[in-house]
């Protein structure tokens, strides 16, 4: 599976973006698809994540109640709602994926077996 993250930009804060993330293959409802993000100089982070078949959904506490996570699988394309953006929030965006992937196991980067390149989100005024 290939995956590439896109959408980002610069925005103020406040400002919305919406990131996609295309596969190669995402019809199958067994996968599961992340979104991480990396800051310069820190460690890359959980953001959110949709599961496969239980089409569950969990956030980082950072982002509860501002981004939304969603999959649209006969697209192949997950996407990533980001509303009442910080300037916290700028890193740079990852989408992974993984097969049967369960629920508990969402928010661990290491256990995604595939990844795309980032996309670039600044939050800046």
């Known amino acids: 599976v290939q995956l590439q993250a896109s959408g980002g930009g610069l925005v103020q804060p406040g400002d919305s973006l919406r990131l996609a993330c295309t596969t190669s293959?995402?019809?199958?409802?067994?996968?599961?698809i992340g979104w991480f993000r990396q800051a310069p100089g820190k460690d890359r982070e959980f953001v959110a994540a949709?599961?496969?078949?239980?089409?569950?959904?969990v956030y980082a506490d950072s982002v509860k109640g501002r981004f939304t996570v969603s999959r649209d699988n006969a697209k192949n394309s997950a996407y990533l709602q980001m509303n009442s953006l910080k300037p916290e929030d700028t890193a740079v965006y990852y989408c992974?994926?993984?097969?049967?992937?369960?629920?508990?196991?969402?928010?661990?980067?290491?256990?995604?077996?595939?990844w795309g390149q980032g996309t670039q989100v600044t939050v800046s005024s």
């Open positions: 949709t599961s496969g078949r239980s089409s569950g959904k």
């Open positions: 992974a994926a993984d097969r049967a992937l369960i629920y508990s196991r969402l928010a661990y980067a290491g256990d995604y077996d595939y």
């Open positions: 293959d995402l019809t199958s409802d067994d996968w599961a």
